[in-house]
Structures are given as C-alpha cells and as structure tokens.
C-alpha cells in the first residue's frame, strides 16, 4: 500500500487491489463429470469459481466465471467411500448432531449435493462463498438422454 500526503492534515491511500465496481466479463464453463474423480473435480470447480484461473484476479471478487456440470450421475465415488465418508450435520440444540454416510445422501439428495458440499469445503470461508456457489450449476440429467 502506497500512501500519499495532498496536505499535512489529509492522506490519500491507494490499495493495489481491485475495486468491488470493476466489471469483469462473465465466462461459462461447460464440464462432463463422467469418469472423474470427486475430490480432483471439486478442486478444478473450486479454482474455476475463484477466479484463480484468470490473469486478472483479485481476492476480493466473487469472480465472473459460471460453472455447469453435466452428466453428475457418471461421478467417479469408489463403494469403501460410499460407506465409510461421514457427513454431520448439527442443528444447534443439544443433541442435534446428526450423520449420515454418503451412500444415505445420495439417496436422498443425489449426487449433486455430494458434489456442491465438496467444492464448498474447498472455498474460502467467507462472505463471497454464498455467490460464488451460486455460480454453480449441476444439471441433473445426463446429456446423453437429451
């Protein structure tokens, strides 16, 4: 951060980072889940919704890039995973502390929030996280039915 001196009463500070007004152009990216591995596609979703994959990123914009995945049925998840990974969930009260293995989420939610909980573990926790999640899209029909 440089500072500069207009009068002896006033500074003028310039940070070097982006400003949250600057537009960015909007970029979608199109990616076929079939075949690959869950934790290496959510770590590419990650970087893709940060905007690290840019020349112009700053750590202070959502980035403009939007996501969507298709064929998230054909995700790659080896069985031993399907059984032993464990999701809590706590409610807050005194013993509302509830866990699921992965294999009872996908039945009841699919694959898809499989999917949308490990690219929200892999993004910064703050308050850009809501929107850059929302740039997610997962269809959740293959493309292949089309």
């Known amino acids: 951060m440089e500072t500069t001196n207009t009068t002896p009463n006033e500074q003028v500070t310039r940070a070097s980072r982006a400003k949250q007004n600057t537009v960015q152009e909007i970029k979608e990216v199109s990616i076929d889940a079939s075949g690959r591995r869950l934790g290496r596609l959510a770590s590419e979703i990650a970087v893709l919704l940060q905007g690290k994959n840019r020349a112009d990123y700053a ?3 959502s980035g403009s890039t939007i996501v969507t995945i298709e064929n998230i049925d054909n995700l ?7 059984q032993d990974k464990m999701y809590q969930n706590f409610s807050g009260y005194p013993g509302g502390l509830k866990t699921q293995n992965m294999n009872a989420i996908i039945a009841k939610k699919g694959m898809a929030e499989i999917l949308r909980s490990a690219v929200r573990g892999m993004l910064p926790k703050n308050k850009l996280q809501k929107i850059r999640m929302g740039n997610l899209i997962i269809s959740e029909t293959n493309s292949q039915e089309k």
């Open 76 to 82: 790659e998840v080896t069985d031993a995973k399907k």
């Open 59 to 61: 750590p202070n914009l």
